[in-house]
């Protein structure tokens, strides 16, 4: 049996060659306009999905645009449940009219990272984000509260990214958070896929050469033996 692998990349940013990923990444991660991203970047990110068969996610973030998404924010729980409901419910609508849906939840930058451990923000992402699968870092609190609740949950690896002993990403601005070399980055994807600890690997579209990056990602995973292939509702990963 082929061994499936998902490939995704953040969207929708207007930092990056959009139309570009499109053509190499299995799902993409859509910016809804709190961090970065506007009802137009939406559109067109979710037509050329749509027109390539690549996956939709929310990218949900704090309501941060002037940080990028990439400050840790203390958010009431009842806010921060609507925030993810708002950004979930407009990329749901516009990708309904370009012919996609969106298929799983994804938290962006200090979001993301923050619910690796906090668990009342964990659960306010949850309840924003209806039934849908979630894509999250092994092993985080979200991801245990997830599947608690029988949702559908996806693990994701970052080979362009540093990790501290105990699992976490090392924080961006500290030594070895970001790793850069091309070649490198392909031979940490496929560490991570064969590992069997990740359903999907990312690739970060704000980094300088993403396309590339991912182009070479995928070749290397092709080449180990790997199907790129995106996660499938209903799927656990």
Partial sequence: MPVLIDLNADLG????????LLEVVTSANVACGYHAGDEATMRSVCARAAERGVAVGAQVSYADRENFGRVAMDVAYDVLVEHVAD???????????????VRYVKPHG??????VDDEEQARAVLA???????LGLPPSVFLMLADAA????FREGF?????????RLVPRGEPGALVTDRDRIAERAVELARSGAVSSVCVHGDSPGAVANAA???RALSSAGFVLKAFAPGCRG
Avoid: H, K, M
Wanted: no cysteine.
């Fill in 13 to 20: 940013e207007g930092v990056t060659d959009d139309a570009g």
């Fill in 87 to 101: 950004q979930v419910g407009t990329l749901s609508r516009i990708a309904a009219s370009e012919g996609t849906e």
């Fill in 110 to 115: 200090a979001l993301y990272n923050r619910i």
């Fill in 128 to 134: 924003g984000s209806g039934d849908l699968p979630v």
């Fill in 150 to 153: 029988g949702r559908a949950t």
């Fill in 159 to 167: 080979p362009d990214r540093g990790y501290t002993a105990d699992g």
């Fill in 216 to 218: 070479a990602v995928r």
